[in-house]
């Protein structure tokens, strides 16, 4: 199960060192960073500054996701972009390929380039700091080594011949993706994901509850999936909790399939889909902080569903280690048709230029009239080819799979419409900007900036 973890301690040693130290702000964050106190902070000119008229500190800008208000009350800044490093070329291609391929772990982007789906030169190549990984994903350190496990789980060798399964929660409702209508209140809380241990494919199935009935649609999607696969389930690992409940026990019974469960509290039993949760969650956590630190005015926490969904299909595309084949690879048994496809593999969140309604049906279109229109990118469509993509339309809130389209991967358009006020809509239509009531202590966003990133997610 993962769980949220409250860092009190280092909550408490920002409020300990607030009236330490004040560190004046820029209102914008690309600014270099400013880390000199001014003389009405410093100790020795403190008097001296008050008598002249020294001008105040500047006040911070609005919380930029996902920094908390603490760290402002610090007048700490966002990161710097720093466009002119000392990194080599292959250092550069290869934190663009990171990027690109969603913050994968550059073992697994090395394995690629052994396939020679990459230059293998980069297989050498020393692996560059990437900052949105080390806000995304840094954990505690190990103070000491595992022992030996005596007690493996048996390993299995056919698909589909043990699945471990599990559900994520989170309390940050996520985006409901709409073709059309007004946005409805439904919202994203749940995702139920299953992993095979034979070949660590995975699913991902999005759910508004944990009901029974939703758990129970979650299971016949995946064997749907793998039945496409050409794959027949036969057993099910699990907590207890949903799939304990009787509906879900008849329909294992009904499909002839057994299902095991872990120990009352004992969910490192059921410990590969706790991993892949963690890994999920760190992954699309990831990519949402990328998008946000450069479109904080359109991307935020509550589009987490698509990038939890678009961090499976990256796993399942790239191989676990080298000289293997991709998870999908292993699980359909077809080499080749399922390889992953660099030039359609773009950064989450980026934005995306669609091009008008007209001129995708070879109408007659205004001469002088834009012919494109901006959105936000949420993956592949899982109704459609991995070339058509799923786009957010940021004036209407719909979501429709768009294949005429111009992906700017480099966010560079991001920024040159921040500083003309492009105006996001769908956050208002889809009613996810309200403030929270800051005496929840349910609520990740209580007392803080709603675009800021949850702390995490937590699984029951």
């Known amino acids: 199960m993962i769980s949220d973890v409250e860092d009190s301690d280092s909550d408490s040693d920002v409020e300990n060192e607030t009236n330490q130290e004040q560190i004046p702000a820029v209102a914008n964050a690309r600014e270099p960073h400013l880390c000199q106190p001014t003389s009405e902070q410093h100790p020795s000119t403190e008097g001296a500054s008050a008598s002249e008229g020294a001008p105040k500190p500047a006040v911070p800008p609005p919380s930029l996701f996902p920094f908390t208000p603490a760290l402002h009350n610090r007048n700490v800044l966002p990161p710097k972009f720093v466009e002119e490093t000392n990194m080599s070329e292959d250092e550069n291609e290869l934190l663009l390929v990171h990027q690109r391929l969603g913050h994968l772990p550059y073992s697994k982007i090395k394995n690629l380039a052994a396939h020679n789906v990459l230059p293998r030169r980069l297989i050498k190549c020393r692996e560059p700091r990437c900052a949105e990984c080390l806000f995304g994903k840094q954990t505690r350190r190990k103070w000491r080594d595992a022992k030996n496990d005596l007690n493996k789980i048996k390993t299995v060798t056919e698909p589909g011949a043990c699945v471990s399964v599990d559900q994520l929660l989170s309390r940050t409702p996520g985006l409901v993706a709409q073709g059309s209508g007004t946005l409805m209140n439904a919202r994203y809380t749940v995702a139920t994901i299953f ?209 005429h389209v111009v992906f700017d991967d480099h966010f560079d358009t991001a920024l040159q419409t921040n500083k003309q006020e492009i105006s996001s809509l769908w956050q208002d239509l889809a009613k996810l900007t309200d403030e929270p009531d800051p005496d929840d202590p349910d609520n990740d966003y209580a007392g803080t900036d709603v675009h800021r990133i949850p702390r995490g997610f937590r699984a029951p």
């Open 195 to 403: 992993v095979d241990h034979a070949t660590k494919f995975g699913y991902v199935h999005l759910q508004k509850t944990s009901s029974g009935d939703e758990t129970l649609d979650a299971k016949k999607e995946f064997e749907r999936i793998a039945a496409s696969y050409g794959v027949r389930v036969l057993h099910y690992h699990a907590d207890n909790g949903r799939f304990a409940e009787k509906k879900f026990m008849q329909a294992v019974r009904d499909a002839n399939q057994t299902i095991t469960f872990c120990g009352v509290g004992a969910h490192h039993q059921n410990g590969v889909a706790e991993k892949r949760i963690r890994d999920l969650t760190e992954h699309a956590r990831t990519m949402l902080i990328h998008a946000a630190h450069r479109w904080p005015r359109v991307v935020n926490a509550y589009l987490w569903p698509y990038a939890l969904r678009l961090a499976n299909h990256l796993r399942n595309q790239v191989p676990v280690s080298e000289g293997a084949d991709s998870p999908v690879q292993l699980f359909s048994k077809v080499q080749d048709q399922h390889a992953l496809r660099l030039k359609q593999e773009h950064p989450f969140g980026c934005p995306v230029f669609v091009l008008a309604e007209t001129l995708q049906g070879q109408k007659m279109a205004k001469k002088w009239s834009e012919r494109s229109r901006i959105g936000v990118y949420l993956g592949h469509s899982p109704h459609h080819a991995t070339s058509v993509a799923w786009v957010l339309n940021i004036t209407t809130g719909h979501v429709s799979p768009q294949f």
